[in-house]
Nanobody, 123 residues
Framework: QVQLGESGGGLAQAGESLRLSCAAS????????MAWFRQAPGKEREFVATISWSGSTSYADSVKGRFTISRDNARSTVYLQMNSLKPEDTAVYYCAATRYGYARWPPVEYDYWGQGTQVTVSS
């Protein structure tokens, strides 16, 4: 099995930055896609960003230009650099990964999920 563990969440002021990390452990993942989702209290989980094994990226319109997703395949880690944070970015951020590659881009289904890390942005 694969376990995903997020870190880097915390409290930030509007306009500041945070960097989230998600490390995969257990079975080695290769040529897969990783992503970030988020869920605000009382709301449904929403897509944030995704990155293929080779580095192709896709972003939600709400974060495009502010957030950057990246990955270190050697360390089985995906990152989310969040700049110009807004209060509406407040949510639990979840890391997700596919088992293999993708049949279509961007992927819709993900096989593994982390426990989430809280990001709170105050004004």
């Amino acid at each position: 099995q694969v376990q995903l563990g997020e870190s880097g969440g915390g409290l930030a002021q509007a306009g500041e930055s945070l960097r989230l990390s998600c490390a995969a452990s257990g079975r080695t993942l290769s040529r897969n896609t990783m992503a970030w989702f988020r869920q605000a209290p009382g709301k449904e989980r929403e897509f944030v960003a995704t990155i293929s094994w080779s580095g192709s990226t896709s972003y939600a319109d709400s974060v495009k230009g502010r957030f950057t997703i990246s990955r270190d395949n050697a360390r089985s880690t995906v990152y989310l650099q969040m700049n110009s944070l807004k209060p509406e970015d407040t949510a639990v951020y979840y890391c997700a990964a596919t088992r293999y590659g993708y049949a279509r881009w961007p992927p819709v289904e993900y096989d593994y999920w982390g426990q989430g890390t809280q990001v709170t942005v105050s004004s």
